[in-house]
């Protein structure tokens, strides 16, 4: 399962009038005993909210006031997760007769008062925003949105935002529902949000929810699939200019080369421009040539020490399951038998987790022919070749167990020895452009094992530097 968060809008999405409808709230249940979980995300007034919604217990977190405030139905927690605008401002809005209410956070207005307001604001020199959902009127500290209170209730549930579905209807819906994964807008959503949204259902409200819940869902959007698939990142440029990108949802890749060739640079760019849209990855390092991801944001970078695979891999998950971070685990001080039984608990304690959140995206195991050697190992044992989103990195791929080896589908490769003598996938008259220069690529597509199409490319520049086998 790829989509583990429903986050839905509250009026004209899942509430009309003000009111969930019995049938809706009963198709939510039906997503719920699917293992997702919901969120509720709202630009209404905390105390208001409380006083419409007789289901907020119903939700497992709440946003509300436009993601100024996050409730926690369980434990009864609220949240405000900014300053209130100050007194002065309230003041001046009365006396310029501009009609408002105040939540914990929020003051509501509606049009078309937007002007003085903004008037005030500057007057005031106030670092405060304006947004519009129909015609109301919301004025917030800078910075916050739905989309704003959308991490940070994901945050708390360990879910990435590429595993949530999102629903809406209005303006003040852009901003979370560019974020999420997938982005659905009812049939009754404003014309500039139906524009944008990866779906439009064909019934308004509550009903296009269950619409969706009854339809699509029920096998994870799979239909849909060829939205995620156009979702990509770039890893270099051909020599006319044009990107050569890969979807994020592509088929398994190898990246091989010789020694030297430019493997864990192509490598550290596959990685670096995954976690700069925000995709979880955990890299499996046996030599500890990726430390320098530790620099780069977004990267925690763990090492594991001889006995200690079970806790690390204990830690791992735990980390997993809370922050939705990408991880680099370093074994360059382990043998190789070690290695090999600290990625098979790795894999593990992975799998346990993408099973309950999606997350991580890819797994990128370097020198795979390390802990993949042909004959089999506990590292294999641990390894599925049907999992998805797996990229395996290795200068020998013959060294690597045919069974995993064979679950990519793509390759990568840094030199043509690789593919026309390790490998034998193409000949040498066949590929484009003669000999590789140096930060250049090959981008090799197979089908039923064969090569179905190549492209060359210059690889895009790294963003941390590579530290080449730091230990021996």
Not at 205 to 213: A, F, K, L, P, Q
Not at 271 to 286: A, F, K, N, Q, S
Not at 372 to 389: E, I, R, V
């Given at each position: 399962?790829?989509?583990?968060?429903?986050?839905?809008?509250?009026?004209?999405?899942?509430?009309?009038?003000?009111?969930?409808?019995?049938?809706?709230?009963?198709?939510?249940?039906?997503?719920?005993?699917?293992?997702?979980?919901?969120?509720?995300?709202?630009?209404?007034?905390?105390?208001?909210?409380?006083?419409?919604?007789?289901?907020?217990?119903?939700?497992?977190?709440?946003?509300?006031?436009?993601?100024?405030?996050?409730?926690?139905?369980?434990?009864?927690?609220?949240?405000?997760?900014?300053?209130?605008?100050?007194?002065?401002?309230?003041?001046?809005?009365?006396?310029?007769?501009?009609?408002?209410?105040?939540?914990?956070?929020?003051?509501?207005?509606?049009?078309?008062?937007?002007?003085?307001?903004?008037?005030?604001?500057?007057?005031?020199?106030?670092?405060?925003?304006?947004?519009?959902?129909?015609?109301?009127?919301?004025?917030?500290?800078?910075?916050?949105?739905?989309?704003?209170?959308?991490?940070?209730?994901?945050?708390?549930?360990?879910?990435?935002?590429?595993?949530?579905?999102?629903?809406?209807?209005?303006?003040?819906?852009?901003?979370?529902?560019?974020?999420?994964?997938?982005?659905?807008?009812?049939?009754?959503?404003?014309?500039?949000?139906?524009?944008?949204?990866?779906?439009?259902?064909?019934?308004?409200?509550?009903?296009?929810?269950?619409?969706?819940?009854?339809?699509?869902l029920l096998n994870d959007l799979e239909e849909h699939r060829s939205r995620l698939w156009a979702r990509t990142i770039e890893i270099g440029r051909r020599d006319d200019g044009t990107a050569v990108a890969y979807p994020v949802f592509g088929a398994n890749l190898l990246i091989t080369g010789t020694p030297?060739?430019?493997?864990?640079?192509?490598?550290?760019?596959?990685?670096?421009?995954?976690?700069?849209?925000?995709?979880?990855?955990?890299?499996?390092?046996?030599?500890?040539?990726?430390?320098?991801?530790?620099?780069?944001?977004?990267i925690l970078m763990l090492s594991s020490a001889a006995g200690a695979a079970e806790s690390r891999a204990e830690e791992i998950e735990q980390l997993l399951r809370h922050h939705p971070t990408s991880i680099a685990i370093d074994l360059s001080a382990l043998d190789r038998e070690g290695r090999i039984r600290?990625?098979?608990?790795?894999?593990?304690?992975?799998?346990?987790?993408?099973?309950?959140?999606?997350?991580?995206?890819?797994?990128?195991?370097?020198?795979?022919?390390?802990?993949?050697?042909?004959?089999?190992?506990?590292?294999?044992?641990?390894?599925?070749?049907?999992?998805?989103?797996?990229?395996?990195?290795?200068?020998?791929?013959?060294?690597?167990?045919?069974?995993?080896?064979?679950?990519?589908?793509?390759?990568?490769?840094?030199?043509?020895?690789?593919?026309?003598?390790?490998?034998?996938?193409?000949?040498?008259?066949?590929?484009?452009?003669?000999?590789?220069?140096?930060?250049?690529?090959?981008?090799?597509?197979?089908?039923?094992?064969?090569?179905?199409?190549?492209?060359?490319?210059?690889?895009?520049?790294?963003?941390?530097?590579?530290?080449?086998?730091?230990?021996?």
């Amino acid at each position: 399962m790829w989509f583990h968060v429903l986050a839905c809008d509250y009026d004209g999405t899942l509430a009309t009038k003000g009111k969930i409808a019995p049938e809706t709230l009963a198709a939510l249940q039906r997503a719920r005993e699917s293992g997702r979980r919901i969120l509720l995300i709202t630009g209404r007034q905390f105390e208001d909210l409380l006083a419409v919604c007789a289901e907020i217990d119903f939700f497992d977190l709440v946003v509300a006031e436009n993601g100024a405030v996050l409730y926690d139905p369980r434990s009864q927690l609220i949240e405000d997760l900014i300053e209130p605008p100050p007194a002065q401002l309230l003041e001046r809005l009365r006396q310029a007769g501009v009609p408002f209410s105040t939540g914990r956070i929020i003051v509501s207005s509606l049009v078309p008062h937007e002007t003085t307001i903004l008037a005030i604001i500057r007057e005031l020199g106030l670092e405060l925003q304006i947004i519009f959902n129909k015609e109301a009127v919301m004025v917030l500290p800078s910075g916050i949105s739905k989309d704003s209170g959308l991490l940070q209730a994901l945050r708390k549930m360990g879910i990435s935002a590429h595993n949530a579905i999102g629903f809406g209807d209005g303006e003040n819906d852009h901003a979370f529902l560019r974020r999420v994964g997938f982005a659905v807008a009812v049939a009754n959503a404003v014309p500039s949000l139906a524009a944008e949204a990866d779906l439009v259902t064909a019934q308004p409200n509550g009903t296009g929810v269950r619409e969706v819940i009854d339809g699509p869902l029920l096998n994870d959007l799979e239909e849909h699939r060829s939205r995620l698939w156009a979702r990509t990142i770039e890893i270099g440029r051909r020599d006319d200019g044009t990107a050569v990108a890969y979807p994020v949802f592509g088929a398994n890749l190898l990246i091989t080369g010789t020694p030297g060739s430019g493997t864990s640079t192509l490598t550290g760019v596959f990685v670096e421009r995954l976690v700069r849209e925000d995709y979880v990855i955990c890299l499996i390092d046996p030599e500890g040539d990726h430390r320098t991801l530790a620099e780069r944001a977004g990267i925690l970078m763990l090492s594991s020490a001889a006995g200690a695979a079970e806790s690390r891999a204990e830690e791992i998950e735990q980390l997993l399951r809370h922050h939705p971070t990408s991880i680099a685990i370093d074994l360059s001080a382990l043998d190789r038998e070690g290695r090999i039984r600290a990625t098979a608990r790795y894999l593990g304690a992975i799998q346990r987790r993408r099973a309950e959140t999606g997350a991580p995206h890819w797994v990128i195991i370097d020198e795979a022919h390390q802990v993949f050697p042909p004959g089999g190992s506990p590292a294999q044992d641990m390894f599925d070749p049907k999992w998805a989103g797996v990229c395996l990195v290795s200068n020998e791929p013959g060294l690597v167990a045919p069974e995993v080896l064979a679950s990519a589908r793509h390759v990568f490769t840094t030199s043509i020895s690789a593919v026309t003598e390790t490998m034998t996938l193409l000949k040498p008259e066949d590929l484009p452009g003669g000999p590789l220069e140096t930060g250049e690529a090959l981008s090799i597509a197979l089908r039923d094992g064969a090569p179905a199409g190549v492209d060359r490319f210059r690889v895009t520049r790294r963003e941390a530097m590579h530290e080449r086998h730091v230990k021996p």
